[in-house]
């Protein structure tokens, strides 16, 4: 090996060591600031933040998350993973976007309801609520999914399939039933074996899968959601901490992800791979599909640049939780970011995830 070699080969071996990786991640420093600091105030008990830019990659768990791989409760960015694994179906032309829901699940058969379609469930327009009226007394008594289902293919209408927006969560519920229906396997498992398998997310689970409990980083309850408790002291044997929630698997909300297979699985919608469905399919969720005077929705994901921070473009797509979780991806800045904690984004304004979301995006900028 010649003097200008060994140089060569030597300068190369530096800027793969941890120097360069410092180097690379002084520009999200800011956000770990944020984060860092809340957990260590005690407003958050724990946080973890994956940042893709490009070729950089940035993690960093804080407090109660011992490492990046902690598993959080995400929440509604769980719905990101159902409508992933249900597309896969697409791609096996299983369904069609148009088709309507009757078709699968024969006892939602009543006038309007039979016009609902799977676009329009994914879509957040099918006049589907988005917590049944008999939400808690169903956690109340640790109902199953299949309970879940039966009252929400009952439950009214707010309006006429299409006729306006209105998030909803119970359209995503009847989305995994209908995955569920035409593959014959409990929609846990599915999308385990056709989004977690595949993106090699082994840090993720639809409910708690291979988790041990004591492995789930645990949520701040008080200011929860009012659908989980609101932190009452008497909604503990079904709030976001309690065994039967987090082991139900409800494809609404209760998936549990590390930051950083979190960001693996958005940045295949960044960067269409194949591995989890066709480049065109996944090009087709991140995309809106509303009308115009409606929320931009893809299938699954918020779509435009209120789905991210201040800066991004318009061709930015994602979700956030009410347990505090956000995600998004923009491909204008080739960013993803993931920031997780365990304090309701109702408990703080402005709430440390998006302070630091809104930093990573003034840094790619």
């Given at each position: 090996m010649?003097?200008?070699?060994?140089?060569?080969?030597?300068?190369?071996?530096?800027?793969s060591t941890p120097l360069l990786a410092a180097v690379r991640q002084e520009k999200f420093d800011a956000a770990a600031a944020v984060l860092a600091k809340a957990t260590a105030d005690g407003r958050l008990q724990a946080a973890s933040l994956s940042v893709r830019h490009g070729s950089d990659v940035f993690s960093r768990?804080?407090?109660?998350?011992?490492?990046?791989?902690?598993?959080?409760?995400?929440?509604?960015?769980?719905?990101t993973l159902t409508a992933a694994a249900l597309m896969t179906l697409y791609d096996r032309d299983k369904f069609r976007l148009d088709d309507p829901v009757v078709k699968f699940i024969p006892e939602f058969s009543t006038a309007p309801r039979n016009r609902i379609t799977l676009a329009q469930l994914l879509t957040h327009v099918s006049g589907l609520p988005d917590q049944l009226p008999e939400n808690?007394?169903?956690?109340?008594?640790?109902?199953?999914?299949?309970?879940?289902?039966?009252?929400a293919v009952r439950t009214p209408l707010l309006f006429e399939p299409g006729a306006r927006y209105s998030y909803s969560s119970m359209g995503i519920l009847l989305v995994s039933e209908v995955a569920r229906r035409i593959t014959g396997t409990d929609f846990p498992k599915f999308v385990d074996e056709a989004v977690f398998q595949p993106l090699e997310m082994k840090h993720a689970a639809m409910g708690l899968g291979r988790f041990k409990p004591e492995e789930i980083v645990l949520n701040q309850t008080e200011k929860?959601?009012?659908?989980?408790?609101?932190?009452d002291p008497t909604a503990k044997e079904w709030d976001w901490n309690s065994p039967y929630w987090r082991a139900l698997g409800a494809p609404w909300g209760t998936a549990h992800c590390s930051a950083p297979d979190l960001a693996r699985f958005f940045a295949e919608f960044l960067h269409p791979t194949g591995r989890l469905m066709k480049p065109d399919t996944a090009r087709l969720m991140v995309k809106n599909h509303n009308p115009e005077g409606f929320a931009p929705r893809g299938l699954g994901f918020q779509a435009g640049s209120r789905s991210g921070s201040p800066g991004c473009s318009e061709k930015t797509f994602g979700h956030s939780g009410s347990s505090g979780t956000l995600a998004w991806a923009d491909p204008a800045t080739d960013t993803v970011c993931v920031v997780l904690t365990t304090l309701p984004g109702a408990a703080a304004s402005p709430h440390p995830l998006r302070v630091a979301s809104d930093l990573v995006a003034k840094a790619v900028s």
């Open positions: 010649n003097r200008r070699t060994f140089l060569k080969s030597g300068l190369s071996a530096a800027l768990p804080f407090g109660a998350a011992r490492s990046s791989d902690a598993p959080f409760l995400l929440a509604s960015i769980t719905k808690q007394a169903l956690r109340k008594s640790h109902a199953g999914l299949p309970q879940f289902v039966e009252a929860a959601a009012p659908e989980s408790g609101a932190g």
